[in-house]
């Protein structure tokens, strides 16, 4: 990435942000094109094959107020200021749960882009590994909504990864979720009116089982719903609902399994269940599927849906349309050398936990419209490629699997 000038882009006052507001429209940008602000100033700019910009010259702007003018390749990804020629490519990005599973892959993502990430952390811990990856943080948690308005509106856009992953495991998953829309609800209002991306994070679990969901589908809460994973229909609603009120909002439905080195869920689960039982299991004949996904590809999508998904777009961070069951348990067999077995359905809770119901729903997703729109092509290994590099074997997991979906974390 080039830089004219120092690489710190200094704060925005209120009348350049007002100015920035008034006359910055989304634009697609030419490589070496000439873009002006309003009529009153203009500056040269060369898109690299990246995506990334170098300013090649900064003219002289004719009004002391025309400061500063943003540029990209899709969404306005970048600032410059045209009196001192300085330039910050990149959004000031606010991401919830940044340092759960999928969010610390996600914070060296956003900064690889030049994006300036700020997490929110509860803990100490949390806080530690922020500022050790790069990113500012913002203490607070969910149940603060007043500090999730302040670090939200003082951001280019917000990723919100995070859920009460512990309330959900002891059972008040409608708490969970009730937390989550209200989060998800104080995000957009901070939001509201300027353009700028909110992207949520929901699971595939929503969908209707037993046929391939799309990123069409968009079906509706059923009471009886409201203590398992087709609730976070409840917070996509709520998030989606401020794309009529000016915030360029979507929602990233994240597959069943988001697995990778160091993964402690569903699939780190069953290995364990295998260790101890002394079987690979699996429910029924073994056909139900999961979609599935690798970390990083994840990591990945949540910035393409920040930089450039369209207001109220539903995506799928799904590469693998969907595994069988069976097929996970004989890899997981293989590995730790002992029988594959078929688990009877009276005996499934006792055997797999809270797993069981996630194992006997069949629930494939297609991305194919995510790919389409955003351009987003899963490189890394598929689930059964990632279960065979052995890494899940090595030792048992370090703490209690959670909903693959809900996995931002709250601390």
Same mark, same amino acid.
């Given at each position: ?42 500056? +040269? ?33 970048? %600032? ?16 919830? #749960?940044?340092?759960?599973?999928? /969010? ?17 952390? &509860? ?13 500012? =943080? ?10 999730? &308005? ?44 300027? +353009?700028?991306?909110? =992207? ?9 089982? $037993? &046929?391939?969901? *799309?990123?069409? @589908?968009?079906? /509706? ?13 409840? *917070? ?24 990778? !080195? /160091?993964?402690? $869920? ?18 029924? @004949? ?20 920040? %930089?450039?998904?369209?207001? /109220? ?19 997981? #067999? ?5 029988? =594959? ?20 729903? !069949?629930?494939?997703?297609?991305? *194919? ?5 955003? $351009? ?8 059964? %490629? !990632? ?17 693959? $979906? ?6």
């Amino acid at each position: 990435m080039t830089y004219h000038g120092d690489e710190a882009f200094p704060a925005l006052s209120d009348e350049q942000r007002a100015r920035l507001q008034a006359c910055g429209s989304a634009q697609e940008v030419e490589s070496g094109a000439l873009l002006s602000g309003a009529g009153e100033a203009a500056y +040269d700019l060369i898109l690299v094959d990246s995506g990334e910009a170098g300013v090649v010259r900064a003219a002289t702007a004719r009004a002391a107020g025309a400061v500063v003018a943003r540029f990209g390749t899709g969404q306005f990804v970048g %600032e410059l200021s045209l009196l001192t020629g300085q330039a910050r490519l990149g959004m000031r990005v606010f991401v919830t #749960g940044a340092s759960g599973w999928i /969010g610390s892959a996600l914070v060296p993502e956003l900064i690889g882009a030049g994006h300036e990430v700020t997490g929110l952390a &509860r803990s100490d811990a949390s806080a530690a590994a922020l500022t050790g990856a790069g990113a500012r =943080v913002h203490r607070g948690d969910l149940d603060d909504p007043g500090g999730l &308005r302040g670090a939200a509106g003082a951001s280019d856009g917000v990723i919100h990864l995070a859920f009460h992953a512990g309330m959900a495991r002891s059972g008040d998953f409608q708490g969970a979720v009730g937390a989550d829309r209200r989060a998800a609800g104080a995000l957009g209002e901070a939001l509201t009116g300027s +353009d700028r991306p909110l =992207v949520i994070a929901s699971a595939t679990a929503v969908l209707a089982p $037993g &046929r391939v969901g *799309t990123e069409q @589908d968009a079906p /509706g809460l059923d009471p009886a719903d409201a203590g398992s994973p087709r609730a976070r229909l409840a *917070t996509e609603e709520a998030a989606l609902s401020f794309a009529s009120l000016g915030v360029r909002s979507s929602v990233v439905r994240l597959a069943t399994t988001v697995h990778g !080195d /160091g993964d402690h $869920g569903f699939l780190a689960a069953l290995a364990g269940i295998a260790r101890d039982k002394g079987v690979s299991g699996f429910t029924g @004949d073994g056909s139900s599927r999961w979609p599935a996904v690798h970390r990083l590809d994840a990591a990945h999508l949540f910035r393409l849906a920040l %930089e450039k998904a369209p207001a /109220g777009s539903r995506l799928h961070a799904v590469a693998d349309e969907g595994v069988p069951i069976r097929a996970i348990a004989e890899v997981i #067999g293989r590995h730790l050398d002992v029988p =594959v077995v078929s688990v009877p359905a009276g005996q499934a809770s006792g055997h797999f936990g809270f797993l069981a119901g996630f194992l006997a729903a !069949d629930n494939p997703a297609s991305s *194919t419209l995510t790919r389409a729109l955003l $351009g987003w092509q899963p490189a890394h290994p598929g689930l059964i %490629e !990632d279960l065979d590099k052995g890494h899940y074997f090595h030792s048992r997991p370090a703490q209690s699997a959670e909903p693959e $979906g809900h996995r931002g974390g709250t601390s």
